[in-house]
């Protein structure tokens, strides 16, 4: 895959990130989208996932890829599919979203896939 490196201040890679943050993206997730619009369509976020979390009830025990159908997630790419896994456990264990009412961290499957428990119906 090509890669594109740029360099910028430390001042400005901090308000990248605020922005990108805003919007539960990683900040090369951000920047491409504020170049490209569609981009957004085309990757899992932490946004998707936190909307799809009430169709499971309490006591089920998934995965991110559980929450999605095949053709959903086959439509988003992979890159995105690591780095919102990476997000959302970020965001649980900071508790963002008061995930830590609504969810348990388990542990990871042999897939390395996180694995999640919900706790409440909301």
Do not use: C
């Not at 594109?4 to 890679?13: A, D, E, Q, W």
């Not at 896994?85 to 995930?99: M, P, S, T, V």
């Amino acid at each position: 895959m090509p890669q594109i490196t740029l360099r910028v201040s430390k001042s400005t890679l901090k308000k990248l990130q605020k922005y990108a943050d805003a919007k539960n993206l990683t900040v090369t997730d951000y920047l491409i989208s504020q170049a490209l619009p569609n981009y957004i369509d085309e990757i899992l976020t932490v946004g998707k996932v936190l909307d799809k979390l009430p169709s499971k009830k309490s006591g089920n025990v998934f995965s991110i890829k559980d929450l999605f159908s095949a053709s959903d997630w086959s439509n988003s790419t992979p890159g995105s599919h690591i780095s919102t896994g990476r997000l959302f456990f970020q965001a649980y264990e900071k508790n963002q979203f008061n995930l830590k009412s609504r969810i348990e961290f388990l542990g990871k499957n042999s897939a390395n896939l996180a694995i999640y428990k919900k706790l409440t119906d909301n």
